[in-house]
């Protein structure tokens, strides 16, 4: 499977827009780019994805590197409440269901400043 | 808004014990998956159900371990005997269909302490 790499941790302060990158060096034409956010306490929860064009949703944007081997999360404005651990995932859309399983990583951890 | 179903949220027992972990998906979710989550790493699948079948279970401890899901709408997790290295958050998930796009809805958890 390709693998994703993530900064540990970052920091942001509130209302700021916030960069999260993701490297992905060796993926393939087929891997869909993921993003999920783990809340304290909380399952995950989605966030984005992506293939090849830049996409927005009412959570954030994901911007995609034109060679693809990485990925930028944009939260637009931090709140408080996006205070969480961020995974960066690739799906492989040749496989069969059984393994359409979410492969996760450790994680940016953000903290987000009042 | 439609959400995954787990209980416990917490549990505590002593090693050797049998514990059991329910989850109920959300409403005509055909897919089905239980991830363990150890303190500071991220989820990992222990099983993936497609309504009552199991297609992946490569990561589950068989000796110890057991997942159901008969009617193909809730599942069980069953450990039994509980070891300390059992200690973690147990997530269940569930999507409509299992494809490379499809999203997975996580229920709040169940956090599992092995004394």
């Known amino acids: 499977d390709a693998k994703t790499t993530q900064p540990n941790s970052m920091e942001s302060n509130e209302e700021e827009p916030v960069h999260l990158p993701c490297n992905h060096s060796t993926i393939s034409g087929t891997d869909y780019i993921h993003w999920y956010r783990q809340l304290p306490s909380q399952g995950p929860e989605y966030v984005i994805h992506g293939l090849t064009s830049n996409v927005n949703n009412r959570m954030a944007s994901l911007a995609i590197a034109e060679d693809r081997k990485s990925s930028t999360l944009i939260l637009h404005r931090a709140t408080l409440r996006d205070a969480a651990v961020y995974y960066c995932?690739?799906?492989?859309?040749?496989?069969?269901?059984?393994?359409?399983?979410?492969?996760f990583g450790k994680g940016t951890l953000l903290t987000v400043n009042p | 808004e439609a959400e995954v179903a787990q209980s416990p949220r917490y549990k505590i027992t002593e090693k050797s014990q049998a514990v059991a972990f329910w989850c109920d998906p959300i409403s005509g979710h055909a897919t089905l998956y239980w991830y363990r989550q150890i303190l500071g790493q991220g989820p990992e699948l222990l099983v993936q159900?497609?309504?009552?079948?199991?297609?992946?279970d490569s990561q589950l401890p068989k000796d110890r371990f057991s997942a159901e899901r008969l009617k193909g709408v809730d599942s069980t997790l069953k450990i039994q005997p509980a070891e300390l290295g059992d200690s973690a958050m147990y997530l269940c998930?569930?999507?409509?269909?299992?494809?490379?796009?499809?999203?997975?809805?996580f229920g709040p958890g169940t956090r599992l302490t092995v004394l």
């Open positions: 998930a569930s999507s409509q269909l299992a494809t490379s796009t499809d999203t997975q809805y």
């Open positions: 159900f497609q309504d009552e079948s199991v297609v992946d």
């Open positions: 995932i690739l799906r492989d859309v040749r496989r069969g269901g059984s393994n359409y399983k979410l492969t």
